[in-house]
């Protein structure tokens, strides 16, 4: 048995440490059941020795238009269309090394517990980087078929006169992206500006949770329209140049467009100051600068996930010369998330796992279709519950 600075490690025993410990926001992923077993995906690569990549058949709804049953008018069948869907294995590893990490960790006491749960904590925050890596890349998609998907799943208000989330935003964006099937959305993810913003107007409700000695303590967790919420502030954020937006009459700080050679006057400005497409007579609204941020919802079975695992997913490697004597503690992990409904090319793939730029990629995603030459029948993206909500701060 391999030592680890004169305490005993096993690689077996200490993996059961880190799957037992509580993965807060993974946990809320998989209640929410946005992350869903796939058996396929996991007999693709489970026992199959370098495989990376597989093409999982995805089943086709009955569809067609009824015939008049009268008697006389033959009934016609139609067949039902398979399509073809790609996922990749994402692989990952990491290395800490600690002259004397038992003490200075660990305190000498807990040791197989307090490191599991560092360990599993790391995992966590990165499982949940790839994850966001790939929906930034599955909204950058182009092509006519995809972009049905990418526009019909945003819900861009940052530009609106009143560019905040309000208490309709999330049911309208849910319901602009699956009509009827909204229901499936279960939970979102934002940058901690937007949640404070949802505070303010008493929209957002954290979670909370009795400790060992009965005192009540808030979670990180919250909700959000009954949908849960995580906070990270990792979300996509982009700054935008103050600029003018085209508005009503009666919006507060409207400014009326007059000519050229007109003179302003109080609440007034020329065309040419505006920068944007307008006629004397309108109205623009002044926007400072500001950050625009994005918010996901994800719903029910939003991506499949599998652990496919490593060969040796933990390691300890003693050094006795380098620095006077190093323990090396060694992790890895191979996991598939796949989005529903959208497939891995690899178009843009150097090595035999994506990297999270490669994964933010938009040629290496496309909606998933049936493979044919010509006249690709694509899925229905309605049936995806994967949206944004794109928003000021």
């Known amino acids: 048995m391999a030592k680890f600075d004169s305490k005993s490690f096993n690689e077996r025993a200490f993996g059961k440490y880190v799957d037992v410990v509580p993965k807060l926001k993974k946990n809320e992923l998989v209640k929410s059941k946005a992350l869903q077993a796939n058996s396929q995906i996991k007999q693709a690569f489970s026992g199959q020795t370098g495989v990376v990549y597989a093409t999982i058949p995805m089943y086709g709804r009955i569809d067609g238009t009824p015939l008049n ?63 966001l890596a790939i929906i930034e890349g599955i909204f950058s998609m182009t092509g006519a078929a995809n972009l049905k998907f990418v526009d019909g799943h945003t819900y861009n208000i940052s530009e609106a006169v009143n560019g905040l989330v309000q208490g309709s935003t999330l049911n309208t964006a849910i319901q602009k992206a699956s009509g009827d099937k909204k229901k499936k959305f ?30 009540e303590r808030q979670l990180e967790l919250a909700t959000w329209n009954g949908r849960a919420v995580i906070i990270d502030d990792g979300m996509p954020t982009a700054e935008v140049a103050e600029h003018y937006i085209k508005c009503a009459s009666t919006d507060v700080g409207a400014l009326k467009v007059v000519a050229d050679d007109a003179t302003p006057g109080v609440g007034e400005v020329k065309i040419t100051t505006t920068g944007i497409t307008v006629v004397a007579g309108e109205y623009v609204l002044y926007l400072e600068a500001f950050t625009q941020y994005t918010t996901y919802v994800l719903g029910n079975g939003a991506f499949d996930y599998e652990d496919i695992g490593a060969e040796v997913p933990y390691a300890m490697v003693r050094d006795e010369k380098t620095s006077g004597g190093q323990t090396l503690l060694y992790s890895r992990q191979r996991k598939v998330f796949a989005p529903y409904g959208i497939s891995f090319t690899k178009a843009a793939m150097v090595t035999n796992s994506p990297t999270d730029a490669e994964l933010k990629t938009a040629s290496n995603w496309e909606l998933v279709h049936d493979g044919a030459a010509t006249g690709k029948k694509y899925f229905d993206h309605k049936a995806i519950p994967i949206a944004r909500i794109i928003s000021r701060g």
Do not use: C, P
């Open 69 to 131: 049953y009268d008697g006389k008018t033959d009934i016609t069948a139609t067949s039902t269309t398979s399509y073809e869907r790609g996922v990749i294995v994402i692989g990952r590893a990491k290395a800490w090394v600690e002259n004397d990490f038992a003490e200075d960790v660990t305190g000498g006491a807990g040791f197989m517990s307090n490191v599991a749960r560092q360990v599993a904590e790391y995992w966590d925050e990165i499982d949940q980087d790839t994850l």
């Open 186 to 215: 279960t939970i979102s993810i934002m940058h901690s500006a937007i949640a404070t913003n949802l505070e303010n107007l008493k929209l957002l409700a954290y979670m909370t949770y009795t400790d060992a000695n009965g005192i």
